[in-house]
């Protein structure tokens, strides 16, 4: 998030209208926002020669993953896109796309009460 204003700020403004933004993108499966705790003190111990802790200016405030109803439908959200990005500066103090082919990632559904013994 933007450091020059109120974390929360920030998180409400990704919440709503930046996901109204997305979740308008013809095309789009899926649209799925990983807010992270502000203070997360990690589950790694610390070892000597070895960074464990993540540095304030490397930290990560949430995940944000988009899925699409096909491999040409994001040319489809072209206007969306144009919209998108200049208001992700409205929240984020850096951001990283990161592109997958369509059978990069697996996804599973969970049990139906049904189906547990």
Do not use: C
Not at 23 to 46: C, D, F, K, M, V
Not at 77 to 101: C, H, I, M, W
């Amino acid at each position: 998030m933007r450091t020059d204003q109120p974390r929360q700020t920030g998180i409400d403004h990704w919440k709503s209208p930046h996901s109204g933004i997305i979740s308008a993108t013809p095309g789009l499966e899926e649209y799925r926002q990983i807010h992270l705790a502000e203070h997360n003190p990690g589950l790694w111990p610390a070892i000597d020669g070895v960074q464990t802790a993540i540095p304030a200016d490397r930290k990560i405030d949430g995940v944000a993953e988009v899925t699409f109803q096909s491999t040409l439908a994001p040319l489809k959200g072209r206007k969306q896109t144009k919209l998108a990005y200049p208001d992700e500066s409205n929240v984020f103090r850096r951001n990283l796309l990161y592109a997958g082919p369509p059978t990069g990632t697996t996804s599973a559904s969970p049990t139906s009460n049904a189906d547990t013994h």
